[in-house]
């Protein structure tokens, strides 16, 4: 039976809202340290009956300060610490933190998402990154290879749940009478030794309580694909075009049937940036408003560093074609990001006005429209296999968020292609994918 | 003007209880994994007006999985995970959670730390240890050498201190109208280069609430106290002896003198397991009846290997004094604690049933009597220099922490020895001790 309903994750970070967004005054500006701001979006967003809440990250180095002028990423959270306290204040919604496999001790890892998992009754996520940059804070002179880094996240991954799994259930006894706390039969002593790690055991938790937290994915390279298809069971993407995002949804599909796994249980959310009012003439306001309250130049600095497309897009006339360099060299960070935007560009030669305004979102789909609308784009990418679902990412907080709580999940529930409420207690049982089974007991 | 009112601190972990204490029925058995039972914890030692929790952490690996049968320290809370949830459920008391400088990375343990003083509005604190075990966990052979993990703490204190001075005060300030986000003069880049780490900065995270979170710590060797001289704030000590008490207390003040520092800003809190009753007699009868339900050969177990005591103590006759073998090589992780206990045994001869009765509570001093005479007791070693404070290890948990709140606190701010109320919002507000001051501005 094929799947009839999509996912929705909200996607934040720092100041909640995507580049100098937050210089509109409908948007808060104290999200990054005022705990009561983040509790209140992912309140919001479970009344939304929103899957999860995916908490970005990255831990960077910043060798000149003035990169931090224009910058609202940082201050942030640490993403699983925000995540203990909002497990406190919320009860079904799932709460995804993002964690390089590159900067953690495995051991360290999978202890913290175990604990989440089980504050939160089993509502933990993990999102797994390579780290696109972040070395010169971690004892290292360069970032460590692309592919190398992948290496590293596959044996990472296969410590982690094999210490996820170190205990078969019913493996504590607290048996009073005896003294016997644990049935040492139930406990498995990992003893891994590879080429990056090694790991004795058993981790000191028992198993989290959906077996394994679920597994968040975005690399998007052919090393990040294989990685998704390996283990990514929720996958955050930055697709603009239906047809890419259906070739790009297939091969990933196809990678995890090749892994042995059941294709519904990868799915792919790419990231959405939607402006919606009650007719479509109130969200064109609505996201004029936000581009007047912006700056091009902070936004087009952004996506060049971030897309290292070796020249700077604030430098160029705004109403030319965009011409990029002959050799742009290859980057050992974003890799997919960049050859989507380098061939976008010498395809569809925009110019740097037309790149601005689709790449406001960080390089995520802008949509603006009603209710109505918005929902339809959703269905048509749902129901043609270009996405099974969308992450969102608010270009306000917390109207936008808001907004599309109140008014774009209500007609996506009204079409029977969302929820009407939580399934069951954990982030497993809302995104219906199933429990892994313990490695090491029946 | 001299100090008058003493500090408490509630020490937890794991089953919230010492060794098997578990076993008599009115100890919770599920708060290993049951937050409601650490809130309930946590509001109790609040409603004491405790200074702060502390949460005891270890890494250890585990060849043999028997050695867990009657191990209830594992399972237990990721600390700094459990203390962010109770930072959601609590309003005053501090939080200290304890993690290893030896495995973790400083800039990832900065960031966490920041994180949760913002988040309890600057009541963290952080449990310095070097780690008396747990390198099979992170890629070693062996555990590293007790002077070099010494070593290395001292390093990554200064790392991650440094990086909680990464910004003056108002470095960001979100200026919708000029999109300044960050003032870059107020961002100090660390490029911290020492002989174990190199960590470029700054964290991504504004300076704590707190300046820098309470720092805790409980190595008593010399190393141990050597860093605590120079930068402990609250002591966890296990001291048993009055007058070695007093000795200890004034070595360490000494060291802190010598490091430039105030010695009120040091304070020392032995452990102490309180069984308390109306009268001593029912005092007592807690006493046996908890010593009824535990298994002496269990903790006798314990003891030997936390010790090294080169014999194991459940195989000695229970009446008969203790020998010990004429060599007992020096350990490489709880230093001290071995010296401590084989010099008591040398000098002072105990049968296996004294030592027993000396140590249930993991080494610490049990105290048996009612609220005045615990009272008398603390208030002999608080005012003859002994200690400034006691770390509260219960006996039981949820009755031995309400007896201890509901009997003896009360004795003590009858007394003028404890306060009868909060005098602020962060943790330094409760101990009264300084913020410290930015190193990179003014």
Redesign the interface.
Known sequence: MPRTQLNLVGFLSGSAVNG?S????DSD?DA??D?GRYKAYAQALERGKFDALFFYDN????????W???????????P???L??L???TERIGLIGTASTT???P??LA??L???D??SGGRAGWNVVTATGGA??????THIDHAERYQRAHEFYDVVTGLWDSYADGA?V?D?AS???????K???LNHKGRF??????L???RPVQGHPVIAQAGASDDGRELAGRVGEVLYTAEHDIALARAFHADVKERAVRHGRHPDHVRILPGVSPFVGRTLGEAEDKYEDLLR?R?AA?TLRGLSTYASLGVDLSTLPFEEPIRLPDEIAETNSHKSRQRLMVDWIRQDRPTVRQLYRKFTAGGHRVLVGTPRSIADDFEEWFTTGAADGFTIMFSSAPAGIEDFVDLVVPELQRRGLFRQDYPGRTLRDTLGLPVPRNRFFA
Do not use: C, M
Not at 179 to 185: F, I, K, S, V, Y
Not at 197 to 202: A, E, R
């Open positions: 100098d937050w210089r509109h005054p500006i990054d340290l705990f831990v960077l180095g910043v060798a000149d300060p003035a931090l002028t224009a910058n609202p990423g940082v201050p942030r959270w640490e699983l610490t925000l203990a306290a497990a406190v204040v900067f953690n001790e051991y360290n202890r913290r175990a604990s989440l089980h504050l010169e804070n971690f004892n290292l002179d504590f607290k009073r003294g016997r706390w644990t049935d040492p039969a406990v498995h002593v790690y090694q790991v004795q055991g058993p000191n938790t028992p309250h700056d902070t």
